[in-house]
């Protein structure tokens, strides 16, 4: 096979050693703009999963890898005054000079011919079987092909500049440093015995106040180090380096950029490393990634016939992984974007929720770590809520005062749609369905959105409050919630607006009704997608009625002995429709501003609370992006949660989009908490407001990190209590808690105790080596990381 390789940086002279170690008669070339000893940056840092797959693909090269090789299992965490230590990590890293002359000398060795100070010719895709764009994060292969590749390139908020020390670290070290002009971070490892990685990183307002603008000049070209700013960071973080020096290599200050791509290959034109897919380098992945990539490409090569499906096979493997760790590094650097919101936390939990940002460690997986340090973390946190000795209780267990309600736990399991009322009367379902989640340990159970009034309803299965009747049969289901469980009981009230007059769900979500249709409104006649109906535009003399029934709906609701109420102003029913600029293109004074839009959800808000008894909450749910172009952002909805703070909400309840039917949510796991996260820091701790985080919490162990990491007081999940109706009490058992705070009824207490069980324990490290297959050239091509290894 004839092959060219556009890019002489690490993914694309290992991809070359690989393809030649597989069969020495491929013609493989690799041509290199720089010269061979230029690079950029010190060290490259790899974890011990990505090591178990270089070597099993060539133990020769990792053999001299391993030899020149700084290791640590520590991360020192410097905040506030106190530094911590975190152990059982198991990180390497080298020097990245030398990792390009041990590519450079293996290449070599096995016949690959590279061309450096040499740009790629043209033609390449026809003269050869493959050609590979290994050439970076601003790639030129990339951009000649953009219209296939279809590239997004989102340039990120913070300056960052990538520098070297003298000073040899011991472990990774995170300096977090609170100046008169904010706050700024380094990122700082070993990579040898004689030298350690420095990058100085801040917001870019924080970048300008400390005058780091004032020493950039144009003059500078390019690979020339801006001395003037080293100079300033010698100033500023004299105490860090402890005496010693730092120096620059093709050093100015840069905007991180994340990469993707729509496609990875075009006919026989592959992407690999930063030139597909780029990752924040505070996870530490952008080599690692280019060389995993590399790996698999390889292997898809050797194993299937032709180069079209090779490719189809790479991308197909590889995009999932990928993705999973532009998650990770997404959530990562956006903290680091917003680590000033977090200045104010107690250092050890300040020091959890940085090595948790990322989602991918946790509480668990910190504990099998360094048991000490979580010890700390849970200590903190008690001593936080006033709780002072005694035995570990775990986080989701500590109780929560929410105004004058007492909850035992933080775990409330979310409101969901049943669709299973009869005229908008809730019946024995209703009971079985609220009654067994009340039994199951959660320290609040929510109603579905319950409807004032028959328009007001989302399908006809929607359950209301605007009779007696139903004020009645939802009187008996909170009597046995109080009467069989310690659960307390919360009603969702809500209306439906332009996403009403709808199938039940399992009948076709958000598709009209056939038949029996009654009339949408919203606040402008817009419909929520294709196909949908158009509501009416509301009128003044509408919105006074529809207060009304919100009225009515909150006294009975009171009557019917709710320990609180839960206003929803989210996912596209009528008052999120009036916050969303999306659905509300009103001229008048309910239209416009978000101070506009915000006007007729408040009413509404005030007039329920005034109705609702004094000594019980009232919660408000958001949507806090609608995530659409134009739509409201998480700086929107701080600005909204701290309107109906100011009015008098007990807590914000933190969900996102469902706006409209054109959304693009960016899934993931406990996605929606970062915008918990945010209102929180921003508004709510401050006001002592409390916060529900809600969507994809799927386990115990993300509660507890979410709590200890002051992400939000109390958690909200939904699928997770339709699967397990007794998931709270099971969590108590697999954590082997007894306490107060999850009770098991009397005629349940003979099964909490935790059965025996073969599970492999999730929070471990985990090597995968699948299909490994083995040549006379000592190569193992099959290796799968695992799919949410550990990041720094």
Not at 483 to 503: E, F, M, N, Y
Request: with cysteine; proline share 5%; glycine share 10%.
């Amino acid at each position: 096979m004839k092959i060219a390789i556009v890019g002489g940086g690490p993914g694309g002279l290992y991809f070359a050693a690989l393809m030649k170690q597989l069969d020495p008669a491929h013609d493989i070339t690799v041509w290199e703009r720089n010269a061979p000893d230029d690079t950029f940056g010190f060290g490259v840092v790899f974890s011990d999963e990505t090591l178990g797959g270089i070597g099993n693909a060539d133990t020769e090269f990792a053999d001299a890898m391993g030899r020149r090789f700084a290791r640590w299992t520590d991360i020192d965490i410097h905040f506030g005054g106190e530094s911590h230590t975190v152990g059982g990590q198991g990180f390497a890293a080298m020097s990245r000079r030398e990792l390009l002359r041990l590519l450079q000398e293996r290449c070599r060795d096995l016949g690959v011919l590279v061309h450096f100070r040499t740009s790629a010719p043209d033609g390449l895709t026809g003269s050869h079987d493959l050609v590979v764009g290994a050439d970076g994060a601003n790639s030129l292969v990339r951009a000649a092909h953009s219209e296939v590749f279809r590239p997004t390139l989102d340039r990120r908020h913070n300056k960052y500049m990538w520098l070297g020390t003298d000073r040899v670290f011991e472990a990774f070290q995170f300096f977090v440093k609170e100046t008169e002009w904010g706050a700024m971070q380094v990122h700082g490892y070993p990579y040898s015995d004689t030298g350690s990685t420095f990058i100085v990183e801040m917001r870019e307002d924080v970048w300008r106040r400390a005058g780091f603008d004032a020493t950039e000049d144009d003059e500078f070209g390019p690979g020339v180090s801006d001395e003037r700013s080293v100079d300033r960071v010698r100033e500023l973080f004299a105490g860090e380096l402890d005496g010693h020096q730092v120096f620059a290599n093709n050093s100015k200050w840069l905007d991180f950029t994340t990469v993707r791509n729509e496609r990875w290959h075009h006919g026989n034109l592959v992407l690999v490393g930063d030139a597909a897919h780029t990752a924040h380098f505070s996870i530490g992945s952008g080599t690692k990634l280019a060389m995993e990539d590399s790996l698999a490409l390889a292997a898809c090569l050797h194993e299937h016939p032709s180069v079209d499906e090779a490719l189809i096979a790479y991308e197909t493997e590889r995009r999932p992984v990928v993705e999973s760790t532009q998650r990770a590094a997404q959530a990562s650097l956006e903290w680091f974007e917003n680590i000033g919101m977090y200045v104010h936390q107690e250092p050890t939990q300040f020091c959890f929720n940085l090595l948790t940002r990322s989602r991918r460690i946790t509480y668990d997986n910190l504990r099998a770590r360094d048991e000490e340090f979580a010890g700390r973390v849970d200590e903190a946190f008690a001593a936080a809520q006033g709780i002072e000795g005694g035995d570990r209780v775990p986080a989701m267990f500590q109780p929560f005062r929410l105004g004058e309600l007492e909850l035992r736990n933080r775990v409330i399991v979310s409101p969901m749609d049943m669709y299973s009322a009869v005229d908008g009367v809730p019946g024995d379902f209703h009971l079985v369905h609220l009654g067994s989640k009340a039994m199951g340990g959660a320290g609040l159970v929510m109603t579905e959105m319950v409807c004032p009034s028959p328009e007001g309803r989302i399908t006809p299965g929607c359950a209301g409050l605007w009779t007696d009747e139903q004020r009645d049969s939802w009187a008996r289901i909170v009597s046995f919630v109080h009467d069989r469980s310690s659960a307390r009981i919360g009603l969702q009230l809500g209306h439906a607006g332009r996403k009403g007059s709808t199938r039940l769900m399992w009948e076709g979500m958000d598709e009209p009704l056939p038949e029996g249709n009654w009339e949408v409104t919203g606040p402008s006649p817009l419909p929520y997608g294709p196909g949908s109906a158009v509501p009416r535009e509301l009128t003044r003399a509408d919105l006074d009625r529809i207060l009304a029934d919100f009225v009515g709906a909150a006294r009975r609701g009171a009557e019917a002995g709710f320990d609180l109420l839960e206003l929803h102003c989210a996912h596209g029913y009528l008052l999120s429709s009036f916050l969303s600029p999306v659905a509300n293109h009103r001229t008048d004074g309910y239209g416009g501003s978000l101070g506009n839009r915000l006007r007729f959800p408040l009413e509404v808000f005030d007039a329920v609370r005034a109705a609702w008894p004094a000594g019980r909450p009232v919660i408000v749910r958001v949507s806090a992006t609608d995530w659409v172009p134009d739509g409201n952002t998480e700086h929107d909805a701080v600005e909204i949660a701290r309107a109906f703070i100011a009015h008098g909400a007990d807590a914000i309840d933190v969900s996102s989009g469902q706006v409209t039917g054109n959304e693009r949510p960016a899934y993931g796991r406990s996605y929606q908490t970062p915008f918990a996260d945010r209102i929180r820091h921003e508004v709510a701790a401050a006001t002592g407001t409390a916060v529900i985080a809600v969507g994809a919490i799927a386990s115990y162990d993300d509660v507890n990190s979410i709590l200890l990491a002051g992400r939000a007081d109390l958690c909200a999940l939904g699928r997770t209590h339709l699967y397990d109706p007794h998931w709270t009490l099971h969590a108590a058992a697999e954590q082997e808690y007894r306490g107060a705070a999850a009770p098991w009824p009397a005629q349940f207490d003979a099964g909490r105790r935790r059965p025996p069980t073969s599970r492999t324990d999730a929070v471990r490290p985990r090597l995968s080596l699948l299909r490994a297959e083995e040549s006379d050239r000592n190569v193992h091509l099959r290796w799968t990381p695992p799919r949410e290894p550990a990041s720094v």
